[in-house]
């Protein structure tokens, strides 16, 4: 079976991978399985596209595996696109997904423009790090008045899903992969791994 390494130190970004890798054919495994767990990678970049690239990059070198990696977080518009490539670091260190959310609803007030995106871009890395593809997901929305539903996780509870009554976390796992950002950015780099794993392969079978 052919490996792919699933760079993310978020628990909940692993969850849905789980999910929608489900019908790809390939092992993959999570940086605690190749004992990486432990290693930050700086996001120095200015964009998704970049901090994603970071983290497919260093994990691919350090693991010599196939890896994905993706960057993503929520752009509101009256705020000027924040929190932006910050959404993770928005309330600063140690802070919970329930203090970002706080802290959002807090800066918005009663702003009427409640206009927002999710925006994940996936990039992929080869085994000796060398980047080998990025693709982006959106997910339009727009910000509630407080907090709804507990699936998901991150900015879900305050993300009111374009042409739903709802908040991202009042939809199903499979409900939200389906119209997700990160469904979407997976989406369009299945075609891209797919080939790639299968160019791996035969070059490891050259070399068997
Ligand atoms: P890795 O870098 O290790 O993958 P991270 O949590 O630091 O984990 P990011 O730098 O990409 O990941 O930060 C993304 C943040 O944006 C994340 O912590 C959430 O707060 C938010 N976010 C991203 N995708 C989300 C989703 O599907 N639902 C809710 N919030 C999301």
Redesign the pocket.
């Known amino acids: 079976m052919k490996r792919l390494l699933v760079?993310?130190?978020?628990p909940?970004?692993l969850r849905?991978y789980q999910t929608l890798l489900a019908d790809l054919p390939v092992e993959w495994a999570g940086l605690r399985d190749v004992g990486l767990a432990g290693m930050d990678?700086p996001?120095t970049g200015a964009t998704?596209a970049e901090?994603a690239g970071l983290?497919a990059s260093a994990y691919a070198r350090a693991a010599g595996r196939l890896t994905l990696?993706?960057?993503?977080?929520?752009e509101v518009d009256a705020l000027g696109g924040a929190?932006g490539?910050y959404?993770?670091r928005?309330a600063g260190p140690g802070a919970s997904?329930a203090d970002?959310c706080h802290k959002l609803l807090t800066e918005l007030k009663d702003a009427p423009n409640r206009a927002a995106r999710?925006r994940?871009v996936i990039a992929i890395a080869l085994p000796d790090g060398a980047l080998a593809a990025a693709v982006d997901g959106v997910c339009e929305g727009s910000i509630a008045y407080a907090p709804r539903g507990a699936n998901?996780?991150?900015?879900?509870p305050v993300?009111r899903v374009e042409g739903r009554n709802m908040t991202?976390a009042e939809l199903t796992k499979a409900e939200?992969n389906a119209i997700?950002?990160?469904g979407r950015a997976l989406a369009a780099a299945k075609p891209v791994l797919a080939a790639l794993l299968e160019h791996i392969h035969e070059h490891e079978r050259e070399h068997d």
């Open positions: 760079a993310t130190q978020n909940g970004k849905e990678v996001e998704f901090n983290k990696a993706d960057d993503s977080g929520l929190p490539v959404s993770a928005y997904d970002r999710f994940c998901g996780f991150g900015y879900d993300f991202m939200k997700s950002h990160r």
